[in-house]
């Protein structure tokens, strides 16, 4: 005897006029209320009918229609010209992620290794997706966005966060502010030895505008700057490197004469810092007590290390509402004269700093 098998049927699709036999509505209403963003133009109680209709039913409405309905994708591309090895820009990205879809917009996400090659391509790829704006980040200098104008140049609105810079809105915080207001934390707190840790060689060539920039015109007015204790390393961006770095470091630290030392180090960001947390204890340098650290971008964790870290908040949230501000005015007024907008940053104090004498 043989077996009969039987396939399991597949549900029907749920479509359109699911949602409208179900409400006893007209496919055009519920479209409208769906896909061509006119859900204003109905009542409450219908607009809750569709609604129900679609929870019950399982509808997702198709991304295809609402453009062609609307005329617009409701999606804005995102890219970062890092990577997420620093959780500092999985942090950017979750900011613009969220702020988008408050406002009933999609991101579309592109990530970067700081290849001008991967770039090129990740915007090319984002504009054939079809989004109405491109917001990149971080852009630190106005050649590394100009190299792909041709891309973008009267086909997408764009903003950037950097700059500011001659033919884009920007979102622009000047790491200046931030790192002036650790040198002169340090300052007050009576260190006068102090050292930066993990400085990009970008970093050390541009005159201003940069965090080590404000630690050495700084210590500089003070006749303090001792270019012996600023440690460069290539901006990978991953723990590990940053790890070594504090650990060679530290080790160097241990054999210098201590009224040599500094007393206090600026790490370039709180990623830096977390490493040299690390590296420097298995070493026996006590932090503060031994050597004061503090780091940049407030990053959640930054509070629970031990020390809790002295750093700069950014305000990320508030760069990224203003970015997306930036993009829609322009999406909207594509001729509008171009725009710059400064965020402050916040020092935040925590015990990684000793005060001395």
């Known amino acids: ?64 229609a609402q453009t062609m309905a609307r005329g ?38 592109a990530v970067a290794d700081g290849n ?74 009576g260190h006068r030895r102090i050292g930066y840790l993990c400085s990009p060689d970008a970093d050390l060539e541009q005159a201003k505008g940069s965090r080590f920039a404000a630690l050495r015109d700084r210590l500089r007015r003070e006749g303090l700057y001792e270019p012996g204790w600023i440690v460069r390393q290539t901006d990978t961006g ?22 040599e030392r500094p007393t206090a180090m600026m790490c370039h960001n709180d990623q830096t810092a977390m490493t040299a947390i690390a590296a420097l204890a298995p070493l026996g340098i006590r932090l503060p007590d031994d050597l004061s650290l503090t780091g940049y971008d407030n990053l959640p964790e930054s509070a629970y290390l031990v020390p809790g870290l002295t750093t700069v908040d950014c305000n990320v949230s508030q760069q990224m509402s203003s970015a997306i501000d930036l993009l829609c005015d322009r999406i909207a007024h594509p001729d509008k004269p171009r725009v710059s907008r400064p965020i402050e940053p916040r020092l935040v104090v925590r015990r990684s700093v000793r005060r001395l004498g």
């Open 1 to 64: 005897m043989s077996k009969s098998s039987t396939t399991p049927s597949s549900p029907p699709r749920v479509t359109l006029e699911s949602v409208a036999k179900a409400t006893g509505l007209g496919r055009t209403t519920v479209s409208d209320i769906l896909n061509r963003g006119a859900s204003a133009n109905y009542s409450l109680k219908t607009r809750e009918r569709v609604a129900q209709a679609v929870r019950e039913l399982g509808y997702a409405p198709s991304r295809a």
């Open 72 to 109: 617009r994708s409701g999606m804005i591309g995102f890219m970062l010209t890092r990577t997420f090895s620093n959780p500092f820009w999985a942090r950017l990205a979750d900011a613009t992620e969220n702020e988008l879809r408050r406002r009933g917009l999609r991101m579309q996400l």
């Open 116 to 189: 001008p090659e991967t770039e090129r391509q990740q915007i090319a790829n984002l504009i054939g997706d079809q989004v109405e704006g491109l917001i990149v980040a971080p852009v630190y200098e106005q050649k590394d966005i100009e190299q792909h104008k041709p891309l973008f140049e009267g086909r997408v609105p764009l903003v950037v966060l950097g700059g500011p810079f001659d033919f884009c809105d920007g979102v622009d915080q000047d790491d200046s502010i931030g790192g002036t207001m650790l040198v002169d934390h340090l300052l007050e707190m």
């Open 238 to 259: 991953r723990f590990q490197d940053s790890y070594q770095s504090a650990l060679a470091f530290g080790k160097r630290w241990l054999q210098t004469p201590a009224h």
